[in-house]
T-cell receptor, first 115, second 111 residues
Framework: GAVVSQHPSRVICKSGTSVKIECRSL??????MFWYRQFPKKSLMLMAT?????????EQGVEKDKFLINHASLTLSTLTVTSAHPEDSSFYIC???????????FGPGTRLTVT | GEDVEQSLFLSVREGDSSVINCTYT??????LYWYKQEPGAGLQLLTY?????DMKQDQRLTVLLNKKDKHLSLRIADTQTGDSAIYFC???????????FGTGTRLKVLA
């Protein structure tokens, strides 16, 4: 089946530094990738939609200069949290969509802790 | 607007049936999904239903969709302790491929 990986699974960084999270589709080409953020005991909140070779579309209230998304190939999207603050600590999950199909395949998530 | 609501908690005894409910407001959804999330893990797709269907059964899982009332439910038959997790419904919005997730229901199965 369709597998999506994320790296790293956990990361701890200091305030003010930047962190990059990778999302890869392992056995299919992803037309679109999505980035979600999940606060403890809360639902998933869509942050942005990313299409290969074009700029990401950010949801209302998400700072595009803080959460940089690059979708360089059909199998890789990266989310960079710039100048991280403790309030950026969260669980970040990516998903990928294949071709014209509706279903999204989810990665295992990355837990970011900013100290 | 887009808003998907679920009850926060459900507790059942092992062997009983669990019914998790979801209400949504956007009538342009194409597919509706149920996902399971275990602690610290990503999302596992359980099942889905196309918006023009009213029922789908998949082994222990039964999905009911009442499009008029914008109500979706997931019934788990013979609930096991391994079913303890958070369950999210999600609707896929026509023309966007975006998912709107519900608030999540934490299911606790008592042995």
């Amino acid at each position: 089946g369709a597998v999506v990986s994320q790296h790293p699974s956990r990361v701890i960084c200091k305030s003010g530094t930047s962190v990059k999270i990778e999302c890869r589709s392992l056995d299919f080409q992803a037309t679109t990738m999505f980035w979600y953020r999940q606060f403890p005991k809360k639902s998933l909140m869509l942050m942005a939609t990313s299409n290969e070779g074009s700029k990401a579309t950010y949801e209302q209230g998400v700072e595009k200069d803080k959460f940089l998304i690059n979708h360089a190939s059909l199998t890789l999207s990266t989310l960079t949290v710039t100048s991280a603050h403790p309030e950026d600590s969260s669980f970040y999950i990516c998903s990928a969509r294949q071709g014209r199909l509706d279903e999204q395949y989810f990665g295992p998530g990355t837990r970011l802790t900013v100290t | 607007g887009e808003d998907v609501e679920q009850s926060l908690f459900l507790s059942v005894r092992e062997g009983d049936s669990s019914v998790i409910n979801c209400t949504y407001t956007d009538s342009s959804s194409t597919y509706l999904y149920w996902y399971k999330q275990e602690p610290g893990a990503g999302l596992q797709l359980l099942t889905y239903i196309f918006s023009n269907m009213d029922m789908k059964q998949d082994q222990r899982l039964t999905v009911l969709l009442n499009k008029k009332d914008k109500h979706l439910s997931l019934r788990i038959a013979d609930t096991q302790t391994g079913d303890s997790a958070i369950y999210f419904c999600a609707e896929s919005i026509l023309g966007t491929y975006k998912y709107i997730f519900g608030t999540g229901t934490r299911l606790k199965v008592l042995a």
